[in-house]
């Protein structure tokens, strides 16, 4: 079994790092951030969730709104990442995996 450590790189990619996903529409001055108030630009940030609550619950990803909307198991209008290609499966295994082990900043 993988620590949380080994996911690190995977997960920032994932959230902050790629453009292309989360965190190019949640931070500040963008729509996504605007609209919801979650700014993924920080692990602070993202812990903190949106104007709605908390998005990661640490240690469940099927109660993690994130996870759940990620995967597409929300009822929403809009798909996320809203306007560009779908996390791909192992990414949002990997976001999984790091909510299951605890969410750490690590």
């Not at 990661?56 to 994130?66: D, R």
């Not at 809203?82 to 990414?91: F, R, V």
Request: include cysteine.
């Amino acid at each position: 079994r993988s620590t949380p450590k080994t996911h690190r790189r995977q997960r920032q990619m994932c959230i902050r790092d790629r453009q292309e996903h989360c965190a190019g529409c949640h931070v500040a001055g963008e729509k996504g951030a605007e609209s919801s108030g979650l700014l993924m630009d920080s692990y602070e940030s993202l812990m903190k969730g949106s104007r709605f609550g908390r998005v990661i619950e640490p240690g469940s990803a099927a109660t993690s709104s994130l996870h759940i909307i990620i995967s597409g198991k929300a009822r929403l209008t809009v798909s996320m990442p809203h306007g560009t290609e779908p996390l791909s499966d192992e990414q949002i295994e990997t976001i999984r995996v790091w909510i299951e082990e605890g969410a750490l900043e690590n």
